[in-house]
């Protein structure tokens, strides 16, 4: 417990630092709260019902329950917002997979920055968090949502092909993906390859040039805010590298722009992950362009002790 | 070798199946460059230095526990068991081609058809191993069934009467065939694949990539001659 509260204290020390403040919210929502944000993945596990027949949802993270508090309560402040947390969030698991029901998140919430500036300021600090936890060589991926939609829409694919591919490489079946493209009669054989090239790369600015050219208008628009998003980073001068990833498509259904991921080699999963939402809040009828990202404490615990570092090894970087 | 398993950033770790991929497996990485000599001995380890990367070989079922918790950066693997397992998240690179076989329903041969059976009694009983693509299989077609879990020699089930058919894994059919049962519908066809485990996919990729390059282009070759 003192490791994860080392962690949990870092991590705010770190957010607080860069001006995010913590907030809390209750860990029960309304059901349908989750439910407009993200009709699709939401899908809470957990579900009951009030004294008066509503229904109830354990958080199955904290980005929707802080949208929703900015819109009930940050209405008449001026934007940017910059709100931060260390909270428990629900989730199903599958049984006997040592996964967790209960989880700790720690992560941040701008909200009112739009565009490569949003996403950089949360990029740099996320990669001085990872260091505030002592975790150097984490790396960072950075994806773009509408990269893998706006190539085969340029190629002449349908909605169906699109919708198939996508849920295809949501779950990382590359193989599939490349025979449904090729299955379809939407698609020439060179649009299929370069579909299927393009979801493999991943790696540093040298990505960005070998994908120009590919596909037409719409996806030279998605690509062109991927590199401005790119450079933001780039500018800021990181303590690590960023990965640019091509193919990377997240599950959550409320990103649009930017997604992150975070590795760190030493834990298989996904150690935090996070993007930019900006048609969220929207949804709670508040229009305002949002980028956060989360880590997820007990996995953070898990390669601290693996690499047998612990938080505020890299705490004296935070500016 | 022991040290080299445990280590960060030590040599890929490629998991391999035994059984009927085996052989087939080991002569695709041998054509790669991967000393595969020692796996094919009598040895009772189940870990091996293959040069460039480290082999751990394991049930083909095992393959994506293991990729998926990064127990080993890359495996091996039959589509059936990734689609039996599909909740397991590991990146599915390349089509080895290797081990092909199909997912088939079959029943006793002389008995009525699956679904003239489905319109008499509004239900089938069906055994088989691969309980997630069964359920799949005949929920998508609205189709009743009462699936019997169990874990060898399905062939075995509509024989002495515990189910009306089996949903299973045929390769030649020679199984089926002496066991007095037919094809009826196929569900699947499979092959061996080449996956990767997430984190690995992104901080090993040169190696993940130039492995999976090496096995395209083996495989593609392997098909030409």
Redesign the interface.
């Known amino acids: 417990m003192r490791e994860l509260r080392a962690i949990e204290a870092a991590l705010i020390g770190t957010f607080e630092g860069a001006g995010f403040r913590e907030v809390r919210t209750p860990t029960l929502e309304y059901a349908d709260a989750l439910e407009l944000a993200d009709g699709g993945s939401a899908g809470a596990a957990y579900r009951f019902f009030d004294e008066r027949g509503e229904l109830l949802a354990l958080r199955t993270d904290m980005t929707i329950p802080i949208a929703r508090l900015v819109a009930d309560r940050f209405r008449d402040l001026d934007p940017p917002h910059r709100l931060s947390y260390v909270a428990n969030a629900y989730r199903a698991v599958?049984p006997q997979r040592g996964e967790l029901r209960e989880f700790g998140q720690a992560g941040v919430e701008l909200i009112g920055v739009a565009g490569p500036e949003g996403t950089a300021e949360v990029i740099e600090l996320l990669d001085r968090s990872l260091s505030a936890v002592g975790l150097e060589d984490a790396?960072i991926?950075l994806g773009e949502d509408g990269l893998w939609t706006a190539l085969l829409q340029d190629a002449g694919a349908g909605p169906e092909t699109i919708d198939r591919s996508s849920e295809l490489l949501v779950?990382?079946?590359?193989?599939?993906v490349e025979r449904v493209l090729a299955e379809s009669d939407e698609l020439s054989a060179e649009s299929v390859a370069e579909a299927a090239g393009l979801i493999?790369l991943?790696?540093g600015a040298e990505v960005l040039e070998r994908a120009s050219g590919l596909g037409g208008a719409g996806f030279a628009e998605a690509l062109a805010r991927l590199t401005r998003n790119f450079e933001a980073i780039s500018a800021r001068g990181l303590a690590r590298t960023v990965?640019i990833?091509l193919g990377m498509l997240r599950e959550i259904g409320y990103y649009s722009g930017a997604t992150i991921?975070v590795?760190?080699?030493?834990?298989?999963?996904?150690i935090g992950g996070g993007g930019r939402y900006d048609d969220l809040m929207n949804r709670f009828g508040l229009d305002l362009p949002a980028a956060g990202f989360t880590l997820y404490v007990e996995r953070i615990h898990k390669a601290q002790l693996?690499?047998g570092v612990t938080a505020g090894a890299g705490g004296d970087r935070v500016r | 070798m022991f040290d080299e398993l445990r280590k960060t950033g030590g040599k890929l770790k490629l998991a391999a199946p035994r059984g009927a991929l085996l052989s087939e497996t080991l002569d695709l990485l041998d054509r790669v460059g991967v000393e595969t000599a020692e796996v094919r001995g009598d040895s009772r380890s189940l870990v091996f230095d293959g040069g460039e990367l480290m082999l751990i070989t394991m049930r083909p079922s095992d393959v994506p526990t293991y990729v998926s918790a990064g127990a080993a950066d890359v495996g091996i693997t039959g589509k059936d068991v990734l689609l039996e397992q599909g909740d397991r998240p590991v990146y599915e690179l390349v089509d080895l081609g290797i081990g092909p076989c199909r997912m088939v329903l079959a029943t006793q041969k002389g008995d009525v058809a699956p679904s003239e059976h489905q319109r008499r009694l509004g239900m089938m009983k069906i055994a088989t191993k691969y309980k997630r693509i069964a359920e799949e299989y005949f929920a998508e077609q609205g189709r009743q069934v009462e699936l019997v879990e169990v874990k060898g020699s399905i062939e075995l089930a509509p024989l002495v009467g515990l189910a009306d058919g089996i949903v299973d894994l045929v390769a030649t059919g020679r199984t089926l065939a002496e066991n007095n049962l037919e094809v009826r519908e196929e569900i699947l066809s499979s092959t061996g694949r080449l996956v990767a485990n997430r984190v690995s996919y992104r901080i090993r990729r040169e190696e993940v990539d130039d492995l999976a390059g090496r096995l395209r282009e083996a495989v593609r070759t392997a098909g030409e001659s």
């Open positions: 599958t790396v991926g779950s990382h079946d590359l193989v599939g493999q991943r790696g990965l990833d991921e590795y760190d080699e030493t834990v298989g999963d996904v693996e690499r």
